[in-house]
């Protein structure tokens, strides 16, 4: 199931949207929650965040390092 996060109330409590869909191969889990794209979130190697206003990709990289100055992307509608 899908649940888009709208953003946050007065008191710091998320706002949800509706639930859609499933975008995962698992079911569901009362005690997991996956979120994606959020770049608070990001916190583990390989993670990444896509700012689609902004235009920039913020990365966890491996080593801890900055990556290169500029990487180039094929034009595609998605990453993989």
Same mark, same amino acid.
């Given at each position: 199931?899908?649940? $888009?996060? /709208?953003?946050?109330? !007065?008191?710091? @409590?998320?706002?949800? %949207? !509706?639930?859609?869909?499933?975008?995962? @191969?698992? @079911?569901?889990? *009362?005690? *997991?929650?996956?979120? &994606?794209?959020?770049? *608070? *979130?990001?916190? %583990?190697?390989? /993670?990444?965040? $896509?700012?689609?206003?902004?235009?920039?990709?913020?990365?966890?990289?491996?080593?801890?390092?900055?990556?290169?100055? %500029?990487?180039?992307?094929? !034009? &595609?509608?998605? $990453?993989?």
């Amino acid at each position: 199931m899908f649940i $888009l996060i /709208e953003g946050k109330d !007065a008191n710091g @409590q998320l706002r949800l %949207a !509706a639930p859609v869909g499933m975008n995962r @191969q698992v @079911q569901p889990s *009362e005690s *997991e929650v996956f979120v &994606d794209n959020i770049l *608070e *979130e990001l916190d %583990a190697v390989d /993670e990444w965040y $896509l700012d689609q206003v902004g235009h920039c990709l913020y990365l966890k990289s491996p080593d801890g390092k900055r990556p290169p100055p %500029a990487i180039y992307v094929p !034009a &595609d509608s998605r $990453l993989s």
